[in-house]
Every structure is written in C-alpha cells, then in structure tokens.
C-alpha cells in the first residue's frame, strides 16, 4: 500500500511528461521484461499509455501538460468475503493483507498556463 501511495505522490502527481509515464511503467514491470511485474498493477501499460496520450493531445492543442490529481485511495483489506456460495459459485478470494486489491483514484486535470 505504501508502493501504491508512493507512485499516487510521484508520477501520478503534477504535470504529467513522458518522464513521469516512464517512472511509473518502470515501477510497476521491468522496461526490459515487460512480462516481469514489479509491483502488480493492472494499468502497468494503460496508465502510461493515456499519461502520454493526455500530454501529446494537450501540446498539439498548446496547452500546458495536464496535471495529475490524487483524489482517493482505498482498498479491499478488511472487505467481507461476497456472499455468492448460495447461488452456487465458488467463495470469492478472501481479503487479507497478503490478497487484496487497491482502488487509486486520480484525475487529470487542465494544466496551468
């Protein structure tokens, strides 16, 4: 969780570059191995991906980079378990401190001129 704050505080924060989309792909799968997770986010090329496109859309609109606002974070430790073995599918993965899943949430704003 502090992995996921540290990047919520980092590349996802403040005007947005390649640099910063580079740092974040970097911290979540190996650049040389993409395949090799370093931190398990499921965003490891989509979150890049729209970083870039957010920043090429604004400087061909010439505007300033758009900044990047950390606006929540939550996630599924101390979650019950889904109540579905009645309806006859299997237990949902129990939400511990060894399994669970983060909920970052970010917007991207306007940048300032």
């Known amino acids: 969780m502090a992995q996921d704050r540290a990047l919520l505080g980092g590349p996802l924060s ?26 398990t986010w499921c965003g490891r090329f989509s979150v890049p991906f729209g970083m870039l496109l957010l920043e090429a859309t604004a400087k061909g609109l010439g505007q300033p980079a758009p900044m990047g606002v950390p606006v929540a974070y939550g996630s599924s430790v101390g979650t019950p378990e889904l109540p579905v073995k009645g309806l006859g599918m299997g237990a949902t993965a129990p939400a511990n401190l060894f399994h669970f899943v983060s909920y970052p949430g970010v917007a991207f704003a306007p940048g300032k001129p």
């Open 14 to 39: 403040g005007a947005i570059s390649a640099d910063k989309a580079r740092a974040f792909f970097a911290a979540c799968a190996n650049p040389e191995k993409p395949d090799d997770y370093r931190m």
